[in-house]
Every structure is written in C-alpha cells, then in structure tokens.
C-alpha cells in the first residue's frame, strides 16, 4: 500500500513537471503582451515628443495603449520589433501603433493609442453677445486638451481682441478663429472715397456703400458720378479699392 502511495505522488510529480517545463517552453516561444505594449507606448511617446519638443511626457502629453487580447499568441521576434504610427495627428486623439516583426515569423498587429495634449487656450470669460468686439476683459486662458477641439484655437489673446464675434459665446466657451472677424469700418449707405491704382497714378471718386465691410473684404459700391455699381475692397475707414469703374 505505502509502494502504491509513492508511485502515486511520484507521478503526480513527474506529471505537474512535466506541464510546468511545457508552460515554459510554451511562454518562451512568444512574445509577452505588456512588454509589446509598452514599447508601443514609449515609441509613441517619443514621436509626440519630438514633433512637440515643447512638451514634457507626462505633464502635457499623454499617451497611453489600449490593452491587446490576452489570447493572442504571438510569436517570440528573433529581431527587435518594429513600430510607426499610421498618422502623427495634430487633430485627433486616436492613433495606431503599427507593430511588426519582420523576421522568419513576420507578423503585424495595430495597436490603438489615445493623444492628450494640454495648452492654455483662450476662452470667454463671460457670456457674450454676436457682433460684441472683445476685449482683454472678456478673454481668460485655460489649461485644455487641444486633441479634443481641432484646428483654430487660440493660444494668444491679442490674436483676437479687437475683433468682432460671430456669434454668442457662453462663459469659458474656447474662442476659434473661425467664430470671430475683423469689425466693420464701412457701414452700408456710407459715403466711400473709391481709388483705382496703377504704376504711375493714384484716381479717386465718391461713391456709396451698399453693405458693410471690414479691412480686406470685398463689398459693392455704387460710384456716385457714373452710377455704376462696382465690386471693390475696403482698404481702410471710408476707403474702397477697385479695378476700374
């Protein structure tokens, strides 16, 4: 019975070896999930960072890798991995992280990655009405993940003081440049000095706004000597440049 016993635990034993030297050999010959996950992540890192070398990892810029499938069963690479990220976005907080290994098992996964990008950003101190031209007094700077608001924030305020919004902001909204624009300096019916240009002579005549204008807009104008209607840009207070009339 004691014999029975012995040959009994010895093949436990020999049988829990046996499948532990299988698990370890098994373990060796692929790759483990967290290191291929952290390498995605550093190598991510890196390339904000570089592109953004005003950034500090950590402080202002966040990347982090989504976990991958523990089931997965990759292939030990006898070559360091290789990564590149389908897009450096400056737009968009997903990204993926194109992993491969590119010896004799050659395989490739992409890994989806999530960007954080902090930067003080300009927003309405208050509630602000369209056509309201702002002031030092209505823009404050608040810390923000720029990833989530795309292109047009502004980071300076006197990018925007002095201009005229577009529409109603509510308090802390972020201002873009889209949502505002230079005042009106001609209101429509004003009386417009009209000059057309060339290399030897400067002309000029009265005409008549028939809509308002900022710098750089172009608007109709009616010439109050020939009555014609001509297209032209505001160059200034009371001022339209035009081709010919």
């Not at 592109?51 to 990892?57: A, G, H, N, T, V």
């Not at 992409?110 to 369209?130: K, N």
């Not at 006197?158 to 972020?174: F, N």
């Not at 005549?205 to 172009?218: F, I, M, P, R």
């Amino acid at each position: 019975m004691q014999q029975l016993s012995v040959l009994i635990l010895t093949s436990v034993i020999a049988l829990w070896t046996s499948n532990l030297f299988a698990q370890t050999a098994a373990s060796g010959r692929y790759e483990t999930l967290t290191d291929i996950e952290q390498q995605a992540a550093n190598f991510a890192r890196s390339s904000y960072a570089s592109y953004y070398p005003e950034l500090e990892i950590g402080n202002n810029l966040m990347v982090q890798v989504s976990s991958l499938d523990p089931r997965l069963k990759l292939v030990k690479c006898k070559s360091p991995l290789k990564f590149k990220l389908n897009s450096l976005s400056h737009t968009s907080s997903n990204v993926t992280v194109k992993t491969s290994c590119n010896d004799g098992s050659r395989w490739t996964i992409f890994i989806p990655a999530s960007v954080e990008i902090f930067r003080d950003v300009v927003v309405a101190s208050q509630s602000l009405a369209r056509g309201h031209r702002l002031t030092a007094d209505d823009l404050n700077l608040q810390r923000t993940n720029v990833m989530q608001l795309g292109n047009g924030y502004v980071s300076d305020p006197s990018r925007v003081i002095g201009m005229e919004l577009k529409r109603a902001l509510r308090s802390l909204d972020t201002i873009k440049l889209n949502q505002v624009q230079e005042p009106d300096v001609i209101n429509k019916g004003d009386l417009v000095v009209l000059r057309v240009k060339s290399k030897v002579l400067v002309v000029q005549t009265e005409g008549v706004a028939l809509s308002n204008g900022y710098v750089g807009e172009k608007i109709k104008v009616r010439n109050e000597r020939s009555k014609r209607v001509v297209d032209g840009m505001v160059t200034g207070p009371g001022e339209v440049q035009v081709a010919a009339w």
